[in-house]
């Protein structure tokens, strides 16, 4: 009998931990990619707001991805990780931030502010859950 995906009981290893970040952090830039492309929602007169929201969903995807590809050897590399990983987090709070000033530049309606936002916290969580769990590793 087939299980459900939100169903199965998944373990808290680093590998879906990584990978739980990954996807959420790369959902996250799509979502956001689209969203930003409506013209009709995002008008050209604030199109550095626009971009910069797009830049920093990117740079959240792109940092974890390279946080990802380092392979731990020694202390150098697992700061290096570290590093990036932070990056990543901290860049999820200019996004919640760009996000609020969106939501009054653009006038976008709360339950779609609230979707993003939340798409924002979860993926925010995994990186922290990812960046805990390596420091335990390591």
Known sequence: MAINVGQRHV???????T?????????????????????????????YLTQKLVD???DIYLMARRANNVKVTNLTERNHRRFQQDVAISECDELLALIDLAKRVFHLKSNKVNFWIAMVEETKMLLIKWRDSDLKRF
Do not use: M, V
Not at 23 to 31: M, T, W
């Open 56 to 58: 920093t969903s990117l």
């Open 19 to 47: 990978l739980y970040a990954l996807d959420k952090a790369r959902d996250l830039a799509a979502h956001t990619l689209k969203i930003c492309s409506n013209k009709n929602i995002f008008s050209e007169e604030y199109s």
């Open 11 to 17: 373990l808290d290893t680093p590998r879906n931990n």
